[in-house]
């Protein structure tokens, strides 16, 4: 399917790995120029579904900055971001340093209105104008133990895909996928060995962990042209959510 998405120039940060990969590979396979953008290009032997890589810290605004120039000396124009770049590891919030919840809003954050910002100058003076994709997390919509600096993080950056948007347009288009439980190449680290990994896809509607490539699909339709006239909105993709707990201990039954 022809999304018109083909020549265009498309910024993914952690765009070599995970979901960021399977970003990249749709984009890419849609006919975008995709540049990723992440701390090391992907590991030897593994695809490389991208056309550029650049190092960036995208906490950095200076080195943000360098890098949209960067893009748009190269390619002439840049028009779309992705802001898929963020997690955050395991940590009780009584436990965490006040230093540890800094750095994950930072990252999960601040780091994509820089971002923003930095492709927003660049986008208001194009003709085409542009469109940005902020990945989020469900994390953000319901309580997040064990990942609460996180979860308010991806709170803010729902928020702030609203803001933006009504601040930026009629020239920018800024919206949100708010992912679910992906399965990635890190999902042992989260759900364990398979039969971990099978137990959580038991609790989702669709029976299964997202691939990044699902991810990678709603991305691709909300910088198309098809998405024009959506902006400040937020695509949850999450196989229909979590399976209640009191389905399974009250009387009633899911209907069908």
Not at 127 to 134: K, L
Not at 143 to 172: C, F, H, I, N, Q
Not at 173 to 180: D, T
Request: with cysteine.
């Amino acid at each position: 399917m022809d999304l018109g998405l083909s020549g265009h120039v498309v910024l993914v940060t952690g765009g070599v790995r995970g979901v960021g990969a399977g970003i990249s590979a749709v984009l890419t396979e849609l006919g975008a120029t995709v540049v990723a953008c992440a701390r090391r290009p992907a590991d030897e032997g593994s695809p490389a579904p991208y056309a550029e890589f650049v190092s960036c810290d995208i906490r950095d605004a200076e080195a943000v900055t360098a890098m949209i120039e960067q893009v748009v000396a190269q390619h002439g124009r840049l028009d779309g971001v992705v802001n898929n770049a963020g997690g955050a590891p395991f940590a009780l919030a009584a436990d965490a340093s006040p230093r540890f919840h800094s750095k994950i809003v930072e990252l999960n954050l601040l780091a994509p209105l820089i971002i923003a910002q930095a492709a927003n100058k660049v986008m208001q003076q194009q003709d085409s104008g542009g469109s940005i994709v902020n990945v989020s997390s469900m994390s953000g919509r319901r309580p997040s133990p064990g990942t609460a600096g996180y979860g308010a993080a991806k709170a803010g950056l729902d928020s702030l895909t609203g803001s933006l948007a009504v601040e930026w347009a009629p020239r920018v288009r800024i919206n949100s996928v708010v992912a679910g439980a992906v399965r990635t190449e890190l999902a042992d680290l989260f759900y364990g060995d398979d039969d971990g990994v099978a137990a959580v896809a038991r609790t989702i509607p669709m029976g299964r962990l997202a691939l990044p490539g699902d991810v990678g699909n709603a991305v691709a339709f909300l910088l198309s042209p098809l998405a024009s006239y959506m902006t400040g909105s937020t695509m949850e993709v999450h196989g229909g959510g979590e399976r209640l707990a009191f389905w399974d201990v009250g009387s009633n039954e899911i209907p069908s």
